[in-house]
């Protein structure tokens, strides 16, 4: 098989569920497709919704002693969690990680879905996960954490794409540097430029996702949506889920 590597899903993280994944679906124009009883191991629980083929992700402990629950702690709340990468071969590209001294952290072996996670201090900013669906390397093909019909609750009447994840960094350029070593995507300046989506890194206090952006139908309606669920809305940008959306 032909090497590649795609943005498949960005994972945030929240103290509750609600009203986070109701107010993206509303706000947004999206559908749940799918929660997963898997994560539950974790401590999670979670709710999935595809914008187009890209799979945008909430989850929220339940119990104290997570993982997510000490990086709400850390991060007081701000920040996505995890960016997932739909590849040919996770085992390769975390050996790769490994030995550019960043340390698996969790492997998940659900045939035919496998994936290797890598430490988010390593990575830094936030977790990164390789994995792979045997005998589906179509975008719109299986993958089993998105449920058994993803496809289905695909909506784009309001948002067509997610477009680009915005990283911030003290040292912007180093984080694109370390982040396209991992990925195995060349930087470009400040810029990881992926088939289906781009990672900007920006200069910030600390190292966070700190956003990401959306191509809708009419961004003035989706502002006006996040206003009236009473979220602090200035340009074309709101917070939501510890990120900023920003909306063109």
């Given at each position: 098989?032909?090497?590649?590597?795609?943005?498949?899903?960005?994972?945030?993280?929240?103290?509750?569920?609600?009203?986070?994944?109701?107010?993206?679906?509303?706000?947004?124009?999206?559908?749940v497709?799918?929660?997963?009883?898997?994560?539950?191991?974790?401590?999670?629980?979670?709710?999935?919704?595809?914008?187009?083929?890209?799979?945008?992700?909430?989850?929220?402990p339940?119990?104290?002693?997570?993982?997510?629950?000490?990086?709400?702690?850390?991060?007081?709340?701000?920040?996505?969690?995890?960016?997932?990468?739909?590849?040919?071969?996770?085992?390769?590209?975390?050996?790769?990680?490994?030995?550019?001294?960043?340390?698996?952290?969790?492997v998940?072996?659900?045939?035919?879905?496998?994936?290797?996670?890598?430490h988010?201090?390593?990575?830094?900013?936030?977790?990164?996960?390789?994995?792979?669906?045997?005998?589906?390397?179509?975008?719109?093909?299986?993958?089993?954490?998105?449920?058994p019909?993803?496809?289905?609750?695909?909506?784009?009447?309001?948002?067509?794409?997610?477009?680009?994840?915005?990283?911030?960094?003290?040292?912007?350029?180093?984080l694109?540097?370390?982040?396209?070593?991992i990925?195995?995507?060349?930087?470009?300046?400040?810029?990881?430029?992926?088939?289906?989506?781009?990672?900007?890194?920006?200069?910030?206090?600390?190292?966070?996702?700190?956003?990401?952006?959306?191509?809708?139908?009419?961004?003035?309606?989706?502002?006006?949506?996040?206003?009236?669920?009473?979220?602090?809305?200035?340009?074309?940008?709101?917070?939501?889920?510890?990120?900023?959306?920003?909306?063109?």
């Amino acid at each position: 098989m032909a090497p590649y590597i795609r943005l498949r899903q960005i994972c945030l993280v929240a103290p509750q569920l609600e009203p986070v994944i109701t107010d993206i679906a509303r706000i947004m124009g999206l559908a749940v497709c799918y929660r997963d009883g898997n994560v539950a191991k974790y401590g999670l629980e979670n709710a999935l919704l595809p914008v187009d083929t890209i799979l945008l992700e909430v989850v929220a402990p339940f119990k104290d002693g997570t993982t997510a629950g000490r990086f709400i702690e850390k991060t007081g709340g701000r920040g996505g969690y995890m960016a997932i990468f739909c590849c040919d071969d996770p085992d390769e590209r975390g050996r790769n990680a490994n030995a550019l001294g960043v340390r698996t952290a969790n492997v998940i072996d659900h045939a035919p879905y496998h994936g290797v996670q890598l430490h988010p201090r390593d990575c830094r900013a936030a977790f990164i996960e390789f994995n792979h669906t045997e005998g589906s390397d179509d975008s719109l093909g299986a993958y089993p954490p998105a449920g058994p019909d993803w496809q289905k609750f695909i909506r784009k009447d309001v948002t067509q794409a997610l477009t680009a994840v915005e990283m911030q960094s003290p040292d912007p350029v180093g984080l694109a540097e370390h982040w396209g070593k991992i990925i195995g995507v060349a930087a470009d300046g400040s810029e990881l430029k992926l088939p289906n989506s781009t990672f900007r890194f920006v200069k910030g206090a600390s190292e966070i996702m700190s956003a990401l952006e959306f191509r809708v139908a009419d961004a003035a309606s989706v502002l006006h949506a996040a206003k009236a669920k009473g979220l602090a809305a200035a340009g074309n940008e709101f917070l939501l889920g510890g990120v900023t959306f920003r909306v063109s």
